[in-house]
């Protein structure tokens, strides 16, 4: 925690005369992509898929809908999940008595859409995620940067066997962490294949991600956790593909800025799982389809 | 299991016997040419004793003549005659010889340098008319008195920034480690330094380079018809020769500066026999900030280097040369995190005259670069990792001076590296996973022979061939893969395992030099080369510009050698009495196997590697314009390169050529020396290249909450940031050279300079994020474009520096 403020000062030191500026720039017209947001999960609730198209880079409004698709997901029990259309264009599959959820652990899963005449399929896998054990608070002394503050962090062990990849996902008081330097992966305990990392506690990372890291207006660090509030911890379990996509999700859109621009990459799309059946057409859809099952937990910091 | 493999000494033991039987040649021919004898000898500086490189010796009755070699030596074998010799080098005064050719004359010549002059300005240690008479072309170099001249960042003197005045070199900004010539990536540069390959010859991201003006005698970049006794790189060879240090008295020189102090020991051992020189540097921000932050108290910011070199002339057949270089970046965060790079060489020569005509030298090398980086706390919860690449280095080389017409070069070389891509360990809740991977062994080994052939007057060839050859080495595992999906990783099909020493792949190439010149008179000339290059080692980056991070990573079974073919042809041509040389040359060069990344690549420790990698071919054509002028009170050069460099890679950019990130469609260079009297002189110079290709998004989605551009195209590199420009601007101000009526011991001078006067915030990249800030689900979120400028600013800077 407190690297990022002697990186900052080392940097500032020599560094003291570069900038960023907030520019406006022309961008090249493309064509509209689907784009389908399908990450599914295992909890007895109402499951959602998204069918939109892109816009615009610098059009801040959102995605248009799209309508009249017909979507299904098979598993390798042999149960299918239809997804019908809402009135707010969402596709939505509730859990009833004979399926209670969605799927179970070690299946594999199967997404087919058919839009506008054109038919797309995805396939993953269901992993497993371990139980949360617990949840602690842990006090930090300021220095002359920052003031004294507090940090959690989610205790629990990686499952023992290689190749078990999770994403965890936190909310603070009811709003979900999700900006682009929130997203946080784990393969087996650690940040990366090399099978070397399991079976064990997360590492100290990964457990500390679970924090917010905001200053105020006045660029006044602000202790990620303070008395009163409540954190909800989830890992939910996803396949190798959604790992390096989140990854490179994250490689693109959590930029650096600054001089940690040096050690950027440049732009590149994020792969997707999707295609369209017909091999010839190409890049005509973005997005993901993951099935999870999550495991969760939360405290209220006393 | 393999048993071991002696295949590729084979070669080595033909070389050995070949090199046998050109000696026998040599020495029974030279003893039936009766009518004809050598003059030859070493020209040195007469102040200091340093080897003057590339000095001319003319035979005024025959018009033409020789240079000195890298280590001062010359040798011309005549008929035997009266001859008037002129030994010269620019900015010494020349000396005229009356010899009379009866016998082997061997003639050492001191010059005295001639810096008095007003007029007289070093630009080009050469002969006044050595663009147009000189063999040589698409070379350059730089003396170390100009190199002094021109304005510095943060007012130190740089050889890298020098460089990059010169026509058809270039960077991609600043912040950008290393440079780029005629298009070509940063890791295909050969930069050499007394020899000793250096991997890395940046400091501090490329605001600085490694070599230290105090120690450095001689720059020579060649960017294009490289000599065969060079390979190992398919873009340009940079070499750096080191001074041997002052062997007639001490001498002592150095600086303070706004970032670096300096200090350089030279003197002899032994006078006119042995010598010594010390070089040191050393950055001070952090030392200067430290006791008035208390938060800097564990952190460390400090770059450094360690030059030395010392010598010994053990008889007049004999010298000894161990150089060396030690030199180190470091961050450190806290006590215990950090990240630090560096390099480590050591060379030791012996050059040794087998007759008059013979010139040998013997070479071994050992070189180091690495870089660690370690983050974490405490020692329950930590990361470290360390990667380096050794080389050990051995190369034989010779020249033969048969006569005035042929001169003969031959050797070979053989480089030993052993690559460490991950030494690395995390510590997590108090267990300790080792995470490193397997080192890797190579042996790249090469032979050549090489003619300079004066055919009449007017015309001369040189052609050579090198013949380089590189195996791939265990102890180690070799993967196979299969390539499901063009432009995604690729899958893990098998591997084998190999014990040490034996052979896991090899890769042999031809690399066949060719230059011409045609000379109808002193003012004007045309040149023109070709020459195949291979590259066996590559560096891998796949960021906007090249960093300390980057991986070098050999050839291997999944990754073929490189392989360049370049051609050039210039016309140079004086005006004035050599008051003004200009030249052009247009250049093209084809490569193949080129290495790029899938989009996503994971290049740090990672044992699939390769797994990420494509490959594809290059090409890259321009034309340079270059004017100098060498005289007057107002003196300095435009160059002017047009060019483009592209790739075509499978699974990049829809399978199309496109720019790399070093294209520079126009790059123009303006420098300027003024001499406002005897003791103030004013540089300047101005920089304009085209901005550097960057990828820029058409679209965007939500993805779970967060923004995702999106270039609908699928391409790469398809729009080009502003243009780069900027001016800079250094006063010079030489010490009085007499106080209170007596001359005054030191020599020194104050440099004042600014660095990006008009303050231009140029562009080091572009990125798209979201903006700032926490957003309801069901909220737009807005998207915004930011340009990283890494130095937006004026910066001025103020040195003193001394020699007595």
Redesign the interface.
């Given at each position: 925690m407190?690297?990022r403020?002697?990186?900052a000062?080392?940097f500032f030191?020599?560094?003291s005369?570069?900038?960023?500026?907030?520019?406006?720039?022309e961008?090249?017209?493309?064509?509209?992509?689907l784009?389908v947001?399908a990450?599914l999960n295992d909890k007895p609730e109402d499951q959602f898929i998204l069918l939109?198209t892109?816009?615009?880079?610098?059009?801040?409004?959102?995605?248009p809908q799209v309508p009249g698709a017909v979507i299904t997901v098979k598993d390798s029990d042999g149960n299918t999940y239809d997804f019908t259309e809402q009135s707010d264009g969402k596709y939505r599959w509730s859990p009833s008595v004979l399926q209670p959820k969605l799927g179970n652990i070690g299946s594999d899963f199967e997404l087919s859409i058919d839009v506008n005449g054109q038919k797309y399929s995805a396939s993953t896998f269901m992993g497993r995620v371990p139980e949360i054990d617990s949840l602690s608070f842990t006090f930090e002394e300021g220095?002359?940067?920052i003031d004294d503050y507090y940090y959690a962090e989610f205790w629990a062990d990686d499952l023992v066997g290689e190749g078990d990849i999770y994403w965890i996902k936190t909310i603070k008081n009811g709003?979900?962490l999700?900006?682009?330097s929130e997203?946080s992966l784990a393969y087996d305990?650690?940040f990366?294949e090399?099978g070397?990392?399991d079976g064990?506690?997360?590492?100290?990372p990964i457990r500390q991600s679970i924090n917010p890291f905001e200053e105020d207006k006045d660029g006044v660090f602000q202790s990620p956790y303070l008395t009163g509030d409540t954190v909800y911890v989830e890992i939910h379990s996803i396949s190798v593909a959604a790992f390096?996509f989140l990854?490179?999700?994250k490689?693109?859109?959590d930029?650096p800025?600054?001089?940690g621009?040096?050690?950027?990459?440049?732009?590149?799309?994020?792969?997707t799982n999707i295609s369209n059946n017909n091999l010839a057409i190409e890049?005509d859809v973005?997005?993901?389809f993951n099935v999870a099952s999550v495991s969760g937990l939360g405290k209220r910091f006393e | 299991m393999q048993t071991f493999n002696f295949s590729f000494l084979n070669y080595e033991n033909s070389m050995k016997k070949i090199v046998g039987l050109l000696l026998f040649v040599m020495v029974y021919h030279t003893s039936l040419a009766q009518d004809k004898f050598t003059i030859s000898g070493y020209i040195r500086d007469a102040q200091n004793g340093e080897s003057l490189i590339g000095a001319t010796v003319l035979i005024k009755e025959l018009g033409t003549g020789v240079v000195s070699n890298v280590y001062g030596f010359y040798s011309i074998t005549l008929p035997s005659d009266t001859y008037e010799v002129e030994y010269s080098y620019i900015g010494y005064s020349s000396q005229i010889k009356q010899l009379s050719l009866v016998e082997n004359i061997k003639l050492d010549i001191e010059l005295s340098s001639s810096l008095q002059q007003l007029n007289e300005v070093i630009i080009s240690g050469e002969a006044e008319d050595e663009n147009v008479s000189s063999m040589e072309m698409s070379t350059n170099k730089l003396d170390i008195e100009t190199i002094k001249k021109i304005p510095a960042f943060m007012g130190e003197v740089d050889v890298l920034k020098s460089i990059q005045l010169l026509p058809g070199v270039s960077t991609v900004g600043e912040?950008a480690a290393g440079f780029n010539v005629r298009g070509g990536g940063v890791g295909q540069n050969l930069v050499l330094l007394d020899e000793a390959p250096v991997y890395n010859p940046s400091h501090?991201?490329g605001f600085f380079s490694v070599f230290n003006p105090d120690a450095v005698k001689d720059t020579k970049l060649y960017k294009g018809a490289i000599p065969a006794q060079f390979g190992g790189r398919i873009s340009s060879l940079l070499d750096v020769r080191m001074k041997e240090g002052n062997n007639k008295e001490l001498s002592t020189s150095g600086g303070i500066g706004t970032v670096f102090s300096r200090l350089a020991i030279e003197a002899p051992i032994i006078k006119n026999k042995s010598s010594f020189i010390v070089a040191a540097r050393r950055s001070y921000?952090?030392v200067l900030?430290k006791p008035f932050?208390?938060?800097?108290k564990n952190?460390g910011?400090s770059f450094y280097d360690l030059t030395l070199k010392t010598n010994y002339n053990l008889n007049d057949n004999n010298q000894l040369y161990l150089s060396g270089y030690f030199g180190r970046d470091v961050?450190?965060?806290?006590a215990n995190?950090g990240f630090n790079w560096g390099s480590k060489t050591a060379t030791l020569r012996w050059n040794h005259l087998f007759s008059d005509k013979l010139f040998s030298n013997f070479t071994l090398v050992y070189s180091k670069y690495d870089y660690q980086l370690a983050?974490?706390?405490d020692e329950n919860?930590f990361f470290k990792w360390d990667s380096n690449v050794t080389n050990y280095i051995f190369k034989p080389s010779f020249t033969y001076y048969l006569n005035k017409s042929h001169e003969i070069s031959f050797g070979g070389a053989m480089i030993y590296y052993q690559f460490e891509p991950a030494n690395a360990a995390?510590g997590?809740?108090g267990?300790v996973?080792?995470?490193s991977l397997g080192k890797k062994y190579n042996l790249e080994s090469a032979v050549y022979i090489n003619n300079n052939q004066k055919i009449s007057n007017t015309f001369s060839v040189e052609y050579g061939l090198r013949f380089s050859s590189f195996q791939q080495l265990g102890a180690g595992t070799s993967y196979q893969y299969e390539n499901p999906v063009i432009g995604?990783?690729k899958v893990v099909t098998g591997f084998e395992t190999f014990d040490k020493n034996e052979i896991i792949a090899s890769y042999s190439n031809f690399e066949p030099r060719l230059s011409f010149k045609y000379q109808p008179n002193s003012k004007n000339s045309i040149k023109g080369s070709y020459n195949r290059m291979s590259q066996y080692i590559h560096l891998i980056s796949?960021?906007?510009?090249s960093?300390p991070?980057d991986v070098w990573t050999a050839s291997s079974n999944n990754i073929a050698p490189q392989l360049g073919d370049q051609f050039t042809l210039g016309y140079f041509r004086n005006f004035s009495n050599n008051d003004f040389e200009t030249s052009v040359e247009v250049y093209a060069r084809n490569t193949q196997n080129q290495i790029d990344y899938i989009?996503?690549a994971?290049i740090l420790?990672n044992e699939q590697l390769e797994a990420d990698l494509l490959s594809g071919i290059g090409r890259a054509y321009g034309v340079e314009l270059f004017v100098k002028k060498n005289s007057g009170k107002l003196n300095g050069w435009i160059s002017y390169t047009l060019g483009k460099t592209e790739l075509k890679v499978e699974g990049i950019n829809n399978d199309d050529w496109y720019p790399t990130?070093f294209d520079q469609t126009h790059n123009l260079k303006i420098v300027g020396f003024y001499d406002l009297n005897k003791r103030v002189s004013i540089s300047t110079n101005f920089s304009f290249v085209t901005g550097t290709p960057?990828?820029?998004?058409?679209?965007?989605?939500?993805?779970?909450?967060?923004?995702?551009?999106?270039?609908?195209?699928?391409s790469?590199n398809?729009?080009r940031l502003p243009n780069y420009h900027r001016l800079d601007l250094s006063v010079r101000i030489d010490g009085k050279k007499v106080k209170k009526g007596k001359p005054r011991k030191v020599e020194d001078y104050f440099s004042v300079g600014v660095y990006n006067l008009y303050a231009n915030?140029n562009a080091?990249?572009?990125?798209?994020?979201?903006s700032e800030g926490?957003f309801q689900?069901?909220q737009?979120?807005?998207?915004?474009?930011?340009?990283?400028?890494?130095?937006?600013?004026v910066?001025p800077s103020i040195s003193y520096n001394f020699k007595f």
């Amino acid at each position: 925690m407190k690297n990022r403020f002697n990186i900052a000062i080392a940097f500032f030191l020599v560094f003291s005369w570069g900038c960023d500026d907030i520019i406006e720039v022309e961008l090249p017209v493309g064509a509209p992509v689907l784009v389908v947001d399908a990450w599914l999960n295992d909890k007895p609730e109402d499951q959602f898929i998204l069918l939109t198209t892109t816009i615009p880079y610098f059009d801040n409004v959102l995605q248009p809908q799209v309508p009249g698709a017909v979507i299904t997901v098979k598993d390798s029990d042999g149960n299918t999940y239809d997804f019908t259309e809402q009135s707010d264009g969402k596709y939505r599959w509730s859990p009833s008595v004979l399926q209670p959820k969605l799927g179970n652990i070690g299946s594999d899963f199967e997404l087919s859409i058919d839009v506008n005449g054109q038919k797309y399929s995805a396939s993953t896998f269901m992993g497993r995620v371990p139980e949360i054990d617990s949840l602690s608070f842990t006090f930090e002394e300021g220095n002359s940067f920052i003031d004294d503050y507090y940090y959690a962090e989610f205790w629990a062990d990686d499952l023992v066997g290689e190749g078990d990849i999770y994403w965890i996902k936190t909310i603070k008081n009811g709003i979900p962490l999700n900006k682009p330097s929130e997203i946080s992966l784990a393969y087996d305990a650690g940040f990366s294949e090399g099978g070397i990392v399991d079976g064990v506690t997360f590492i100290q990372p990964i457990r500390q991600s679970i924090n917010p890291f905001e200053e105020d207006k006045d660029g006044v660090f602000q202790s990620p956790y303070l008395t009163g509030d409540t954190v909800y911890v989830e890992i939910h379990s996803i396949s190798v593909a959604a790992f390096q996509f989140l990854n490179e999700v994250k490689i693109t859109t959590d930029r650096p800025g600054g001089f940690g621009e040096l050690f950027a990459q440049p732009l590149s799309n994020v792969p997707t799982n999707i295609s369209n059946n017909n091999l010839a057409i190409e890049n005509d859809v973005v997005g993901f389809f993951n099935v999870a099952s999550v495991s969760g937990l939360g405290k209220r910091f006393e | 299991m393999q048993t071991f493999n002696f295949s590729f000494l084979n070669y080595e033991n033909s070389m050995k016997k070949i090199v046998g039987l050109l000696l026998f040649v040599m020495v029974y021919h030279t003893s039936l040419a009766q009518d004809k004898f050598t003059i030859s000898g070493y020209i040195r500086d007469a102040q200091n004793g340093e080897s003057l490189i590339g000095a001319t010796v003319l035979i005024k009755e025959l018009g033409t003549g020789v240079v000195s070699n890298v280590y001062g030596f010359y040798s011309i074998t005549l008929p035997s005659d009266t001859y008037e010799v002129e030994y010269s080098y620019i900015g010494y005064s020349s000396q005229i010889k009356q010899l009379s050719l009866v016998e082997n004359i061997k003639l050492d010549i001191e010059l005295s340098s001639s810096l008095q002059q007003l007029n007289e300005v070093i630009i080009s240690g050469e002969a006044e008319d050595e663009n147009v008479s000189s063999m040589e072309m698409s070379t350059n170099k730089l003396d170390i008195e100009t190199i002094k001249k021109i304005p510095a960042f943060m007012g130190e003197v740089d050889v890298l920034k020098s460089i990059q005045l010169l026509p058809g070199v270039s960077t991609v900004g600043e912040g950008a480690a290393g440079f780029n010539v005629r298009g070509g990536g940063v890791g295909q540069n050969l930069v050499l330094l007394d020899e000793a390959p250096v991997y890395n010859p940046s400091h501090l991201f490329g605001f600085f380079s490694v070599f230290n003006p105090d120690a450095v005698k001689d720059t020579k970049l060649y960017k294009g018809a490289i000599p065969a006794q060079f390979g190992g790189r398919i873009s340009s060879l940079l070499d750096v020769r080191m001074k041997e240090g002052n062997n007639k008295e001490l001498s002592t020189s150095g600086g303070i500066g706004t970032v670096f102090s300096r200090l350089a020991i030279e003197a002899p051992i032994i006078k006119n026999k042995s010598s010594f020189i010390v070089a040191a540097r050393r950055s001070y921000i952090d030392v200067l900030a430290k006791p008035f932050v208390e938060e800097l108290k564990n952190t460390g910011l400090s770059f450094y280097d360690l030059t030395l070199k010392t010598n010994y002339n053990l008889n007049d057949n004999n010298q000894l040369y161990l150089s060396g270089y030690f030199g180190r970046d470091v961050f450190k965060f806290d006590a215990n995190q950090g990240f630090n790079w560096g390099s480590k060489t050591a060379t030791l020569r012996w050059n040794h005259l087998f007759s008059d005509k013979l010139f040998s030298n013997f070479t071994l090398v050992y070189s180091k670069y690495d870089y660690q980086l370690a983050f974490g706390e405490d020692e329950n919860d930590f990361f470290k990792w360390d990667s380096n690449v050794t080389n050990y280095i051995f190369k034989p080389s010779f020249t033969y001076y048969l006569n005035k017409s042929h001169e003969i070069s031959f050797g070979g070389a053989m480089i030993y590296y052993q690559f460490e891509p991950a030494n690395a360990a995390v510590g997590s809740g108090g267990d300790v996973i080792n995470l490193s991977l397997g080192k890797k062994y190579n042996l790249e080994s090469a032979v050549y022979i090489n003619n300079n052939q004066k055919i009449s007057n007017t015309f001369s060839v040189e052609y050579g061939l090198r013949f380089s050859s590189f195996q791939q080495l265990g102890a180690g595992t070799s993967y196979q893969y299969e390539n499901p999906v063009i432009g995604e990783s690729k899958v893990v099909t098998g591997f084998e395992t190999f014990d040490k020493n034996e052979i896991i792949a090899s890769y042999s190439n031809f690399e066949p030099r060719l230059s011409f010149k045609y000379q109808p008179n002193s003012k004007n000339s045309i040149k023109g080369s070709y020459n195949r290059m291979s590259q066996y080692i590559h560096l891998i980056s796949n960021t906007t510009a090249s960093n300390p991070l980057d991986v070098w990573t050999a050839s291997s079974n999944n990754i073929a050698p490189q392989l360049g073919d370049q051609f050039t042809l210039g016309y140079f041509r004086n005006f004035s009495n050599n008051d003004f040389e200009t030249s052009v040359e247009v250049y093209a060069r084809n490569t193949q196997n080129q290495i790029d990344y899938i989009d996503g690549a994971e290049i740090l420790i990672n044992e699939q590697l390769e797994a990420d990698l494509l490959s594809g071919i290059g090409r890259a054509y321009g034309v340079e314009l270059f004017v100098k002028k060498n005289s007057g009170k107002l003196n300095g050069w435009i160059s002017y390169t047009l060019g483009k460099t592209e790739l075509k890679v499978e699974g990049i950019n829809n399978d199309d050529w496109y720019p790399t990130k070093f294209d520079q469609t126009h790059n123009l260079k303006i420098v300027g020396f003024y001499d406002l009297n005897k003791r103030v002189s004013i540089s300047t110079n101005f920089s304009f290249v085209t901005g550097t290709p960057t990828t820029f998004p058409t679209s965007r989605f939500m993805m779970q909450g967060v923004l995702v551009p999106h270039n609908s195209y699928n391409s790469r590199n398809n729009i080009r940031l502003p243009n780069y420009h900027r001016l800079d601007l250094s006063v010079r101000i030489d010490g009085k050279k007499v106080k209170k009526g007596k001359p005054r011991k030191v020599e020194d001078y104050f440099s004042v300079g600014v660095y990006n006067l008009y303050a231009n915030r140029n562009a080091f990249s572009i990125y798209f994020s979201q903006s700032e800030g926490r957003f309801q689900p069901n909220q737009p979120i807005p998207s915004q474009a930011t340009k990283v400028s890494i130095i937006g600013t004026v910066i001025p800077s103020i040195s003193y520096n001394f020699k007595f």
